[in-house]
Each structure stands twice: as structure tokens, then as C-alpha cells.
């Protein structure tokens, strides 16, 4: 069978799920249109107990894992299969928008809901996820949930985790109410049959095109690194230039450094950006002594991820050779790309053709949580425009017929995968 399940006729409620993402922007740290919801943080909390009403008037049963994975169920009538699952996040960066992971979350909800009006009748069990700290705000490393549900990251590293106030993870989870051992989280083999996530493209590809929906068959490897330059403070005015060691001067060469390793790595995927660029001591009369970056560095092919990583190290050797800093150079994570899985493509793009609905083969260039899911089960993505590509500022923007169509969209597919 191609296309839409024969006879199922599903209606999305398209006000009502803008009325809910609306919602939930509302629940913020700062205010509208602005959207920041960090990790455990008092909106984070308030955010979570919104995700599970909005779960159970989907009619969907709830359970919680020790890190603060919240799981809603429709329990097949073959209940011991593995599930099909959809999902993604509702954490924000600081000064967000309100369509990021939200869609993929409330916009399952609406899914499920939909295929129950319809009279479905599941033989596998659908679940939707709402994934911890896919936003690396807190710790400075993202999809913390479905790293540990994938087995992709060590308890003991998780354990060591700190925020910028020296928190631990174990610290802020007890605080927020979540017990149990972080070894529990890891997914028994074979719990997902298929994992599909929705979400806005956060580029500009689709509304270029102006083609409504788009199948991820490669996510982009992300990895990142911590870069501290120790040089020798003084007097802005008594230290000649000659003899100077100004660490930030250096950080700027090595900035300059991600920019070119990444136009010159023959792929171009490869992207490069430093979002954390801090000096010492901050005063405009002296010359800084220390400089702290953190670098972005992601592709879809690790061969060309290597080889900027490759350059941007020998010209940070030589930048600090040349002006006498010491360079620690830390790697925080180094992820391999995933790849979509050629069937759960196939049925996704089945299901466009038949509700005459354009789509486009894509490569997500940001990583979502699955990246990690596709650890463990067959996985793709199903991406919707967004306005000028925006994302992670207030100005992002996806219409409710996108969304609306996004959602019917997962809900034949993962009608499909669960017969």
C-alpha cells in the first residue's frame, strides 16, 4: 500500500494547535515575543506540566524517566511490539522563538489525537517524546535526553556535567523532582520499530522552493570544542607592542581560522562559528591575559569535518607559537552524521504523493535528538518552512497551514509504520 492508509480521512485541528503553540510561547523567562526556557529553570518546570495536559487531552498515558524525558502513549493492540515514535523538544535557548522543537512535540500530540478521531486502530504502540536538554544552554552540550536514552553518552559523563554555576546534573534533576538512576534511561534494544520527528527546517530551502515538506535522509555530525588562551596581562598604555602576549589576539586569529577552514573544506556543508568569545580581564586599559572560545563545527561527511579541524588546529598552533600563548584545546563532543532510514523515507515521501503534497529530499545541517534516536531505531525527519529561515531568535515564524500540513503528514506516516 502507497500513499495515505485507504479510507483513513484525518482532519488536523490547525487552530487549535496554533492556539496551543501560542500557549506554551507564553511560558517564558523573558517576555513576548521573546521565548527562553533553559533547562530545569522555573519556565522549563511550568513548560513540562503544560506538555503533559496537552498530552493527556490527547487521550495519550504519561510516564517520566530520571532525567526528565516525559513519554506519551497510545498503546497498540499488540502491545509487546516496538513502538513507533515521534517527538522532539520544548526547551529554548535564550531570546528564541516559540516554533523550535514545539512543533515537533505539541504538533505529534496533534497527530495522535487526529488518527483517534479518525478511528484508528494501531497494531503498534505510538509514542511521542518530549526530550530533555535538546539545548545545549545549560551544560553546553545538546540532547542530553536522547544521548543517555541512546547509550551515546556515559553515566559518569553525565554525572560530571556543570552549569555555569557549578551545578551538576544530578543536582538540578533532584531539585526538579526526578529520582532514579541515570542508568535507567537507556532504552532497552529494540523499544522503537521507527522514529520519525517533526520540526521546522531552520533554513531557507523549502520556502525558496516553495515546497511545503521536506524529508531528512542526512543529519549533519555536529562537534565542538573549548579553546583557552593563557598570555600576559599589563598596562594598555606601558606594554610596547612588540613585546606583548595578548591571548585575545590570538582568539581573533583562530576565529578568523573557523571561518576559512570551513569555506575551504571542499564540502559545503561544513560549517563553522564561534559563539563564545570571552576576554580577561575586560578592561579597556588593559591588555588581555587570557581568552576563552568555544567553536561549532558541524558537516554531513566527516572526512571534510576533519580536515577543517585539522587546519583550524595547525593555525592555532601557529598563532600561539607566534605570539607566545599557551593554548588548551579541549574537544566537548565529536558526533558522526546519521543517515535517514530508507524505508521510513520512502513511506514519508508515499504519503506527500498521495495527499499532493510536494517534498524535498534534505540534509538537516542543525542536529536535532535524532541524531541520537537514529542510534537505535530506523529514524528521518519531516521538516516544514519556516520565514527567511529564521530560527533561535523571536522572529521565527512557520504559518499554521505548514503546520498543519507537517502534521498530517507524521500522522499518515506513522499510521503507516504502525499497522
Known sequence: MTGPLSGLRINIDSAGLKRRV??????????????TRVLFSEADMRGREYVRTAAREAGLA???????NIFARWEGSEPGLPAVGSGSHTDAIPNAGRYDGVVGVLGAFESLAALKRAGFKPRRSLEVVMFTAEEPTRFGLGCLGSRLMAGTISVERARALRDPEGRTLDDLRAAAGYSGSLES???????????????????????????????VEHIAGPSSYRVTLHGEGGHAGAVLMKVRHDAMLAGAEIALAVERAALESGSPDTVGTVG?????PGAVNSVPFRAYLEIDLRDARLDSRAKALADIRGAADRACARRGIRMEFEEINADPPAEGDPRTIAIAEEVCSGLGLRSLRMVSRAYHDSLFMA???PTTMIFIPCLNGWSHRPEEFATTEHIASGAEVLAHTMAQLAV
Do not use: C, M, T
Open 22 to 35: 501560542d500557549e506554551l510561547a507564553l511560558i517564558s523567562e523573558a517576555p513576548a515575543p521573546v521565548v
Open 62 to 68: 504519561l510516564r517520566e524517566d530520571a532525567v526528565g
Open 185 to 215: 534511561v537507556r532504552l532497552p534494544k529494540g523499544y522503537y520499530h521507527s522514529f520519525v520527528e517533526l520540526h521546522i527546517e531552520q533554513g531557507p530551502i523549502l520556502e525558496e522552493r516553495k515546497v511545503p515538506i521536506g524529508i
Open 276 to 280: 563564545v568569545f570571552r576576554i580577561e
Open 375 to 377: 542510534r537505535v531505531s
